[in-house]
């Protein structure tokens, strides 16, 4: 009998995990004997293309000789391979698998169908043959494989966010059968598993010396060159695993996930393989494991897999009938949880939950937002009116200040006491890959062993409900989520972001006016599958790594001619339903014009008007809410714009609301509201500085900003062209300067006062050709105020102007929609924008941030041009009395102006809703999804107050119900509609949505 001898732990321990290493001793510890006799591939032959195509046209290409060690590229193509198989004879009673061991992403094709998914970073390089092989099955056999040019993450230069090296090659490692030992492969995962708990549970830990002691004993029976042991060691694993846990110990609901991003380091069209490629994997471990149970999220990703395998998703199907493809999220894709628009959000759950009814027979009940860069304060009333109850995400956990008090993990559980209950989501992710049978051996061994938490593979619903069953003690989080990473995506791509607000802008106009159409002209048919179309192009790019700009160029080209689809075709859409509503043709010029309001509140504005001559005229106009009027002889103003040039190279520009003087650089150096007579801008600064600063974070290029870029402010100063005049007054006054940035960068910039407007444009175009450099402007107020106000979806919330503990340092730069505000009691100043994200108001100075230069993952991202406008409004009283959010509204949702037909009565005008309160916005007209006779509409308290108001119309409406936010009526009983018009209540943010039969 072997003596016992004294353990240093460490040596010990390293006995143990060198018996299954992968990189030493092979030659004689059991990882060596996981593969038995090995033979080559019969033949190899391929073919490179540029385009992904599909496999019944591959199959008919020219194939050319290849063979191992080959190399095929560059990024981005596709080599296919046809791989001929000869099993030898001796082989049977053995376990086959072809291995296949490349760099890129490879799908295994047999008999038409995708078989298996392979990826060397992902840890699966073997498609299994057969399990037993017998003479019956077949010994020769051809294979296609589909090997994509680029890894799992892409195909980065140096680093995995770098911008993509495109004229990498990608290798053929090996192609070859082998004899799989089974027996080798279950002792793997019971040293492995032994070997894991000695380690991870601690050296104070009494079951971690026991593990480490059974493993040492393992070792000691083993005979890697005798199989006739490895009986005797799985029972020293066997009766070490199998010893139980106590009543109280901790469950842990695994779910096998594979998160995919729908474009970030690669393209869209390589997410569509991605899906199929880990999809395909996910199925076969199925097959073997009816236990597994596998989420999936993301509605784009289920429907381009029905579009391009439609084989593949019939057995998806399959297995979501059985209970073991779980469908999670309710979304369209897992949108960015910030810069959405919240009736974009909306449309994530309208789109997504239809399709995952219609494929699936089931609404999910679980919000899935594993990976976002920010979480609205919006999403839990928005996920409750979309059938949602439940969320899940682990982003928080990547605070970089402060940890949020809620991790799915055992060790770092801050609940613990308080829940017994948390979720293990285990699979390769964000380039795909997904669980392995691996993963799946080791929890079967870990369901219920001593020193571990108990393991349960489980459904979402599972897991849900057990935490719901008794919430006596967990905590309550009010407001925002705010991640504290990732800021700079507030900022990066601004032509995405400008594209966003663009198109939510465009696709809001287009529902509204065929909506009135529809109701006017019984010839007029909605637009319903060309707006979903566009609706579901727009939401594809609110994916969370698109919308940020935080993805690669090839996605960046894709996303903007995504954009310019969306506002093209919509475009042709609102033209057409403007012509059907208000008659007479966008081509035609003479006196009068109908000028169209799409928002709920009567408009008097600045407009250009066209005339017969060619020339364009200014006018003051005022339009009803939701409606239109025909204008011949525009207003005067109470008050016309005076612009004074001043001897200095100073203009003073004034409307009877406020007067502002310019310095020759084009910055305030005063703004006087001259009803409540108080000065805006701070004593000795000036406002409208654009200032640069360096932007170089610790790693996430494109996605973070680093306080410490605060200490490099320089301001923009050196002119190109002074101050000068563009409108010398009447109905607006304009001037107009531009300044040099750097020697490849330049602002050229009109400053716009308009008659009756509380605020002022700032209508600017930048040349931009920097590196690491962030551009803002900033405007240093007399205002003060512990607090700033920003716009968020359906509504707005406070942040601090201070930075008293880490949680308001942590928020230096923060994300808001189209206006902030900053306000002391009876005066205040708001900052509104057409198309920006990104603010940071501290102390008095209030600051937009214009655009950055991060160089990866792309480095071409946001050099070219840019316009964009922002606006300055200080204003009396709140900013909610003061009409500020009505204003960024009308800045983002300009007047529709068309030339009227002749016969026109010159005072004909028509307004189809109307609100009483200025608290409550309607957000939303459309047609319903499902019945042609009724409109949706969808409005917001935005005051924050507690409203009883009245909805008037001139629509034929029958009945007005309420209904939720996927359309189905909350109530049985209507509404009373009286003399066309509809009370209603809201509580502060509220939404509604009203279904009103026509």
């Known amino acids: 009998m072997a003596r016992a001898v004294l353990k240093s732990r460490r040596a010990t321990l390293e006995r143990a995990e060198k018996f299954v290493s992968a990189e030493l001793f092979l030659d004689c510890n059991l990882r060596g004997r996981l593969f038995g006799a090995r033979c080559p591939v019969e033949s190899l032959s391929c073919f490179l293309t540029p385009s992904r195509i599909p496999y019944e046209e591959a199959v008919k290409r020219d194939f050319t000789a290849a063979k191992v060690g080959d190399s095929f590229g560059p990024t981005w193509w596709t080599s296919w391979f046809k791989v001929t198989l000869t099993i030898p004879t001796d082989w049977k009673g053995k376990e086959v698998h072809f291995v296949w061991e490349s760099d890129g992403e490879g799908m295994v094709w047999r008999n038409d169908t995708p078989v298996q998914g392979l990826t060397k970073e992902g840890e699966k390089i073997n498609y299994i043959l057969t399990e037993n092989l017998t003479d019956e099955e077949p010994h020769s056999l051809e294979l296609y494989v589909e090997l994509a040019c680029n890894g799992l993450f892409g195909a980065g230069q140096g680093s995995m966010i770098s911008p993509p090296d495109p004229y990498r090659k990608f290798t053929l490692h090996k192609a070859e059968l082998v004899v799989f030992n089974r027996d080798v492969h279950e002792l793997l995962i019971d040293f492995e598993i032994l070997s894991d708990m000695a380690k991870l549970l601690g050296n104070d830990n009494q079951r971690s010396y026991q593990a480490l002691y059974t493993a040492n004993k393992m070792v000691n029976a083993c005979d890697v060159a005798d199989p006739s042991t490895f009986s005797e060691v799985r029972q020293l694993a066997s009766a070490f695993l199998q010893q139980q846990n106590g009543e109280s110990q901790h469950t842990v609901h695994a779910m096998g996930h594979c998160h995919i991003d729908t474009a970030w380091l690669w393209p869209y069209e390589e997410t569509i393989r991605k899906c199929a490629r880990s999809w395909v994997s996910a199925v076969r471990l199925m097959e073997k494991n009816p236990k597994f149970i596998f989420t999936c999220s993301q509605a784009q990703q289920l429907e381009w897999v029905k579009s391009w395998y439609p084989g593949l998703y019939t057995q998806i199907q399959e297995y979501a009938q059985k209970g073991q493809f779980v469908t999670v999220g309710g979304t369209w894709v897992e949108m960015d949880g910030n810069l959405p628009s919240g009736e974009s959000m909306v449309r994530q759950f309208l789109q997504g939950q239809r399709f995952f009814q219609q494929e699936f027979g089931k609404h999910c009940s679980e919000f899935w937002l594993p990976d976002t860069f920010g979480y609205s304060a919006q999403l839990p009333q928005i996920m409750q009116g979309c059938g949602i109850t439940r969320f899940l995400t682990q982003k928080l956990s990547w605070n970089l200040v402060n940890e949020f008090p809620l991790l799915n993990t055992v060790k770092n559980n801050k609940d613990k006491g308080r829940v017994n209950h948390s979720a293990f989501l285990f699979g390769f992710g964000d380039g795909g890959g997904g669980p392995i049978q691996e993963m799946l051996d080791r929890l079967q061994r870990m369901e219920d062993t001593d020193g571990l938490p108990r393991l349960k593979q489980s459904t979402p619903k599972q897991l849900f409900s057990m935490l719901e069953a008794d919430t006596t003690m967990l905590c309550t989080w009010v407001g925002e989520l705010f991640l504290e990473l990732h800021n700079g995506s507030y900022t990066s791509q601004a032509k995405i972001k400008k594209g966003n607000r663009k198109c939510e802008c465009i696709l809001r106009s287009i529902e509204v006016v065929s909506s009135l159409a529809s109701v006017q002209k019984d010839s007029f048919q909605y637009p319903s599958s060309q707006l979903q179309h566009l609706w579901r192009l727009l939401l594809l790019n609110q994916f969370h790594d698109v919308l940020p700009g935080t993805c690669i160029q090839s996605v960046v080209e894709d996303a903007v001619k995504y954009y310019e689809e969306i506002e093209s075709s919509g475009n042709e859409l609102l033209k057409e339903a403007i012509q059907c509503l208000l008659g007479g043709s966008v081509q035609e010029t003479g006196r009068n014009i109908n000028v169209l309001n799409t928002l709920s509140w009567e408009r008097t504005e600045v407009i250009s008007m066209p005339r017969l001559e060619g020339e364009e005229v200014l006018a003051l106009v005022k339009v009803p809410s939701v409606g239109f009027a025909t204008v011949t002889t525009p207003l005067v103003p109470s008050h016309p714009v005076i612009v004074t040039s001043q001897g200095d190279g100073c203009v003073i520009m004034e409307n009877g609301i406020l007067r502002i003087v310019f310095d020759s650089l084009g910055r305030m150096t005063s703004l006087s509201h001259l009803l409540y007579k108080r000065e805006t801008i701070a004593e000795g600064t000036c406002g409208n ?119 308001d340092w942590a928020r230096f730069e923060v994300w808001g929609h189209k206006w902030a505000d900053l306000s002391e009691h009876g005066f205040g100043v708001a900052l509104l924008n057409d198309c920006k994200y990104g603010y940071s108001v501290h102390r008095n100075i209030m600051t937009l941030s214009l655009l950055r230069a991060p160089k990866a993952p792309d480095a071409t991202a946001d050099m070219g041009h840019h316009q964009f406008t922002y606006a300055l409004m200080p204003h009396t009283g709140s900013f909610q009395e003061a009409g500020v959010i009505q204003s960024a509204y009308n800045i983002n949702y300009p007047l529709h102006i068309v030339p009227a037909e002749p016969s026109v009565s010159a005072s004909s005008s028509w307004s189809a809703f109307s609100i009483q309160s200025p608290a409550v916005i309607l957000e939303t007209i459309k047609q319903a999804e499902d019945r042609k006779n009724a409109l949706v509409i969808r409005l917001y308290e935005s005051h924050g107050s507690t409203v009883v108001t009245w909805l008037h119309t001139s629509l034929p409406v029958k009945q007005a119900i309420w209904c939720d936010l996927l359309e189905q009526p909350m109530a049985t009983k209507p509404l009373p509609v009286t003399d066309f018009q509809i009370e209603l209540s809201f509580t502060p943010f509220q939404i509604r949505t009203l279904l009103l039969i026509l």
């Not at 654009?690 to 002119?719: G, N």
């Not at 531009?738 to 930048?766: G, H, M, N, W």
């Open 689 to 807: 500085q654009f200032v640069i600063f360096d932007d170089i974070p610790l790693y996430w290029d494109a996605w973070d900003i680093m306080d410490y870029h605060l200490e490099t402010r320089k301001l923009v100063s050196q002119v190109l062209k002074p101050l000068e005049v563009v409108c010398p007054g009447g109905v607006r006054g304009s001037v107009r300067f531009s300044l040099r940035i750097s020697d490849t960068s330049k602002i050229r910039q009109e400053i716009i006062l308009d008659a009756s407007c509380p605020y002022i444009k700032f209508k600017t175009e930048v040349e931009w050709h920097e590196a690491h450099k962030f551009l803002k402007v900033e405007f240093p107020t007399t205002v003060h105020s512990p607090n700033a106000t920003y716009e968020i979806q359906f509504g707005h919330l406070q942040r601090p102007t201070h930075r008293n503990t880490s949680w």
